[in-house]
T-cell receptor, first 112, second 112 residues
Framework: DAGVIQSPRHEVTEMGQEVTLRCKPISGHNSLFWYRQTMMRGLELLIYFNNNVPIDDSGMPEDRFSAKMPNASFSTLKIQPSEPRDSAVYFC??????????FGNGTRLTVT | KQEVTQIPAALSVPEGENLVLNCSFT??????LQWFRQDPGKGLTSLLLIQSSQREQTSGRLNASLDKSSGRSTLYIAASQPGDSATYLC???????????FGKGTTLSVSS
């Protein structure tokens, strides 16, 4: 298995632009998670899905953030408009419910 | 609200030393606890998963213990090597189908 695949690996954009991060979970995993990591705050849960349904989005910072999971093999996290404080590493992870969590390599986002 | 704390934040040891990393959590009603390793610029790699009914798990030179009643887990690394240098994160799952709550990690440096 190729593991959790995220794209792009790096994204540099200007304030106000739309950013879309993509994730392909491990086949057969029916839970998918989006986390954000910064030096100050560590790993923060943004949103997670079970069987493609969003379960808890209370970690999404504000309405500028949105996430979708149109099918079991694809999810997106969108930021519109982006701001410099959104700069962070965004991780996608997947698992069976209650099982070991498998992370992608992350997308490093820089908003100037 | 579950909170996970890891002490110390950073640790430096000479090669060959045995060491213990600590993790504490505020709510003892957990489903499982997981230890991860993160190398710079990379995603997290799952090391060990301890179910709530278990006391410990072992993998090679790593041993993780769980004391639910006291809200503590330890990760023991035997005969440390420079290749063990990384950040180690502890995370707890309150129940299946929910999301892991992470500590901020302990950054380990093993010198040769």
């Amino acid at each position: 298995d190729a593991g959790v695949i995220q794209s792009p690996r790096h994204e540099v954009t200007e304030m106000g632009q739309e950013v879309t991060l993509r994730c392909k979970p491990i086949s057969g995993h029916n839970s998918l998670f989006w986390y954000r990591q910064t030096m100050m705050r560590g790993l923060e849960l943004l949103i997670y899905f079970n069987n493609n349904v969003p379960i808890d989005d209370s970690g999404m910072p504000e309405d500028r953030f949105s996430a979708k999971m149109p099918n079991a093999s694809f999810s997106t996290l969108k930021i519109q408009p982006s701001e410099p404080r959104d700069s962070a590493v965004y991780f996608c992870a997947s698992s069976h419910p209650g099982g070991a969590l498998h992370f992608g390599n992350g997308t490093r986002l820089t908003v100037t | 609200k579950q909170e996970v704390t890891q002490i110390p934040a950073a640790l430096s040891v000479p090669e060959g030393e045995n060491l213990v990393l600590n993790c504490s959590f505020t709510d003892s009603a957990i489903y499982n606890l997981q230890w991860f390793r993160q190398d710079p610029g990379k995603g997290l790699t799952s090391l060990l998963l301890i179910q709530s009914s278990q006391r410990e798990q072992t993998s090679g030179r790593l041993n993780a213990s769980l004391d639910k009643s006291s809200g503590r887990s330890t990760l023991y690394i035997a005969a440390s090597q420079p290749g063990d240098s990384a950040t180690y994160l502890c995370a707890v799952l309150t129940k299946a189908g929910t999301a892991l709550i992470f500590g901020k990690g302990t950054t380990l440096s093993v010198s040769s």
